[in-house]
């Protein structure tokens, strides 16, 4: 599971998620953190575009399931 730190760190997460910026972190923003850690890991040529893919999905409706 990759840490908050690093996932915090990627444009597209800190994009979505502004409490990797300003650090408020509120349950639907802990809720959408779990979510794109949960579907981890993000590596190989196809890392990229699977964070940014449920990056996105989380965001919109999959962290209400987490």
Request: charged share 20%; glycine share 8%; aromatic share 14%.
């Amino acid at each position: 599971m990759p840490s908050v730190k690093w996932l915090c760190g990627k444009p597209i997460v800190k994009k979505l998620i502004p409490a990797c910026s300003n650090g408020k972190w509120e349950l639907p923003m802990i809720k959408k953190m779990r979510c794109i850690q949960g579907h981890a890991p993000y590596v190989g040529i196809f890392g990229m575009s699977k964070l940014t893919y449920w990056s996105m999905k989380c965001f919109k409706s999959e962290w209400q399931r987490w």
